[in-house]
């Protein structure tokens, strides 16, 4: 009888030490989960204001208020560069077409496909299609050794001409041509002006429009009449 007693005083401590043990476990892990939202928000924080270092240009916030045309021509002439860029692609490898109206470097591919294929009988030119996926391999080939991503950057381009926009004077450039000509100058405006997550990709885009003013001995930012009619 007395070991029975015992064994039940004993059962009931142990109990009472378990349910003990099990709050402070609970609590533990209460304080735990705090710590550990407390260092994932902290981690957030600091993504935040990483992101927001990115995307405000370097000194932009000390230049806004005083620089805002500068910022503003450069954000056109870098959607001037990117429609140039395209403009040459298009030209190049189109050289047949008179006209580029509708004409997307994004899809090149499909519209090789489509001029070299009879709306009327569906027959294909199989020499003209050939030859002008030969130019489209040649030139991507090209570009790729300067950055550029045939996968990305034709989207790139078209998302900086409907960003900014183009040059107004596209036909009448006299006071800034030679600078706007100048690729070292474009860079470092480029480099000065632009947002930093976007500053490679603008300046891979210079560098492949550098690439065709060496091959067709053009200026940089050529007149519309200098190239298709379409331009």
Known sequence: MENTKRYSC???AFNMESSRLLAENAQLRKMMGLMQENV?????????????????PPGQHKKDHNEPEKVKKCQRIVGEIAFQLDR??????FLEQQRL??????????????VTTSPTTG?????????????YNHIMDELRKLGYNPAVHPHFTEYMVNTYGIAKDRNARTKDLSSYNDPQYLNKMITECMSSDIVK??????????YFAREDGKSLLISPSSSHSSV
């Open 10 to 12: 004993d059962e009931e």
């Open 40 to 56: 994932e928000l902290r981690c957030v924080l600091k993504d935040h204001e990483r992101k927001a270092q990115i995307i405000t």
């Open 88 to 93: 040459r692609i298009l030209c190049v490898i």
């Open 101 to 114: 109206y509708g004409y997307r470097v994004p899809y090149i591919k499909e519209k090789i496909i489509e």
């Open 123 to 135: 027959k294909v030119d199989e020499k003209l299609r050939s030859e002008l996926y030969q130019r």
């Open 201 to 210: 990709d603008i300046i891979i885009i210079l560098n492949c429009l550098v």
